[in-house]
């Protein structure tokens, strides 16, 4: 979820550049660089690991020669990890092309053989580089930067945004995309792309909004758009009516708002490329073999918070598709129990950050009795990745907002993801029962957003409970750990005392917390579990008959509910272990919405931080 800034016009385009990347830094602050155009034929640059203060002190130190095109870039590293020979933007080989790129180029593994066959040099490990030497080909050839783009584009697959210059060409900028953001600012005798209207909000507040399989070329003169194929085409205009501050926030009032509403895109990022050309499953960093993956007797999970959730889910799943045994293990408890490991353990530690101190002190011990590791995470190139035996990276992109939204959905389906590819390598599924899951998976993103597009009645509900003192959560199988993260997130926020338990649990002691008018959000499972249904069922009435209020998730066209609920929202309708994936939804927005109307600061809740370091 890489930033990305392109102009031109009369004003210095370093200093327009900076300006734009500084207000997109949340997207991305692995590295940061910049390339500009000067008059006489050369593009220059300057790129950074690390935060965009470093490549500001760079440029301070060695400033870059005046002009008035440039691209610009800060980057959330996927391809490689976060360097300055990583940094964009990236060129070819007759350093003709600066280019930047944000998503993911599926095939670049095989474009990059070509090259390479070709005797091209590659210096650097993303799939960028590629692009940019394909691009450099084609100007070479004598095609114009437009038309460069445009059959360049039609090589590709995977969802990308690129912006690039050309240096014989220097008052043109070109941008494309495919299922990826970008727009374009219209101002008087200059124009702007960005992954969103914080790159130029300070400049203009006239933009246009690019379709699907788009290219757009900016020149001072004006904007001009067509499709890969060079057929012409037209952007939709719109005047963007926020405040600065707003606009990094795409309109939200916070962050973490923003980031509910970022989900659907975070969960089809995360299923990106995870499939081979035949078919079969394929992981970020798997460097375990197939017989290291079979000779797997015993997973435990590992993790904190959150993703200590995400981790309940995937023992559901993982026991489920591959008939191994799993347990799921609080990290700051785990390597003081003296558990027991061999090398048939395989340890899958989950973190948003990679470093997160008391997991990676867990895995480190469990490296020391042998066990494989695999990590969940995602941050390129951060701690527990590197010391771990594989890597399934989510993809989410930055997450500001301290409490995890996106960061939890896109831990699930790599969770989902590690339960079918151990079932595919262990045999315990077939090949076409795998792809019917994915099949699944990947119609997750259409899901959440039906259930984002509810959001305003989740509004009005959690504005119904300003007063509220105690909220329970309950629910059943893969229901329960969402229970339990639903009830984090409104302690995290809203400072209420919450608590989620196992709805058959009930009778066993927690129901003598039930008292008139208390709030009880139940997550019914769907009806093709019928047993665990009616037990949910009997569980709700225990709390109702005792003058609990309900709010009941349950799926579409479920009847049996509606006696039951004092309020209904409505979930698609989605298998039992996929659930969580639209059942956490609502309870977010619940949340955040309550914390904000209580007047907290949704986004840093306090006493707490995003990533956590010590033990």
């Not at 009795?369 to 995470?377: E, G, P, Y």
């Not at 008292?515 to 949910?536: A, N």
């Amino acid at each position: 979820m890489c930033g990305i800034v392109g102009y031109v016009g009369p004003q210095q385009a370093q200093g327009v550049v900076i300006d734009g990347l500084r207000r997109l830094e949340y997207r991305g602050y692995d590295s940061a660089g910049v390339a500009l155009v000067v008059q006489g034929g050369t593009v220059v640059t300057a790129k950074k690991a690390g935060k965009l203060a470093n490549l500001e002190k760079v440029l301070a130190d060695s400033p870059l020669p005046a002009s008035t095109t440039g691209i610009g870039h800060t980057r959330w590293a996927t391809h490689g990890p976060p360097t300055d020979v990583n940094a964009h933007p990236h060129d070819g080989n007759a350093h003709r092309i600066a280019l930047v790129h944000n998503g993911i180029i599926e095939n670049f593994a095989d474009l990059r053989a070509r090259l390479e066959a070709d005797d091209h040099v590659l210096v650097s490990q993303t799939d960028t580089e590629v692009v940019a030497h394909l691009v450099e080909l084609q100007v070479q050839s004598g095609e114009d930067l437009t038309t460069a783009m445009q059959r360049v584009c039609q090589q590709l697959e995977g969802a990308f945004t690129l912006v690039a210059v050309d240096s014989q060409d220097p008052d043109r900028v070109v941008a494309a995309r495919r299922n990826s953001p970008l727009v374009v600012g219209v101002g008087e005798g200059e124009y702007f792309v960005g992954s969103d209207v914080a790159a130029f909000i300070s400049h203009t507040r006239e933009a246009l909004e690019l379709g699907q399989d788009q290219v757009v070329t900016i020149t001072r003169d004006g904007v001009e758009i067509t499709d890969f194929d060079g057929r012409p085409a037209q952007g939709r205009r719109f005047h963007v009516d926020w405040d600065l501050s707003a606009a990094e926030k795409d309109g939200h009032d916070w962050f973490m708002r923003k980031e509910i509403f970022e989900q659907p895109r975070a969960v089809a990022d995360s299923l990106l490329g995870r499939r081979t050309r035949a078919g079969l499953l394929q992981l970020d960093e798997m460097r375990l073999s197939d017989d290291e993956i079979r000779d797997v007797d015993k997973i435990i999970i590992i993790a904190c918070g959150t993703s200590f959730y995400a981790g309940m889910v995937a023992k559901y799943a993982i026991e489920h598709w591959t008939r191994v045994p799993v347990e799921v293990e609080l990290a700051s408890e785990f390597r003081y129990r003296d558990p027991i490991l061999d090398y048939s353990t395989l340890i899958v530690a989950i973190s948003q950050s990679g470093e997160t101190a008391d997991t990676l002190q867990a895995i480190r011990h469990a490296r020391t009795q042998r066990s494989k590791v695999l990590a969940i995470c995602n941050t390129n190139g951060s701690t527990i990745p590197r010391e771990s035996d594989a890597v399934i990276y989510t993809h989410a992109g930055p997450e500001i907002g301290v409490a995890s939204t996106k960061g939890f959905l896109t831990q699930l389906v790599a969770c989902y993801l590690l339960a079918l590819y151990v079932a595919q390598v262990k045999g315990t599924r077939y090949g076409d029962e795998i792809n019917q899951v994915m099949g699944q998976l990947e119609a997750m993103p259409d899901h959440i957003e039906t259930v984002l597009s509810a959001s305003e009645s989740v509004y009005a509900l959690a504005r119904e409970h300003l007063d509220t003192r105690s909220v329970l959560f309950l629910g059943r199988h893969a229901g329960y750990p969402v229970a339990l993260e639903g009830a984090l997130k409104l302690k995290e926020l809203a400072y209420l005392h919450a608590e989620g338990f196992a709805a058959g649990e009930l009778k066993h002691g927690p129901i003598a917390l039930i008292e008139e008018g208390l709030p009880v959000l139940c997550v019914v499972p769907p009806r093709g579990r019928d047993q665990l249904h009616e037990k949910m069922l009997s569980g709700i009435q225990e709390v109702r008959a005792r003058g609990a209020r309900t709010i009941c998730l349950a799926e579409e066209g479920d009847t049996r509910i509606e006696p039951y609920a004092d309020v209904l929202i409505r979930l698609p309708q989605v298998p039992t272990l996929l659930q969580p994936l639209v059942a956490i939804v609502p309870l977010q927005l619940f949340a955040c919405e309550l914390a904000s109307a209580l007047g907290h600061d949704v986004d840093q809740p306090r006493n707490l931080a995003k990533s956590v370091t010590v033990e």
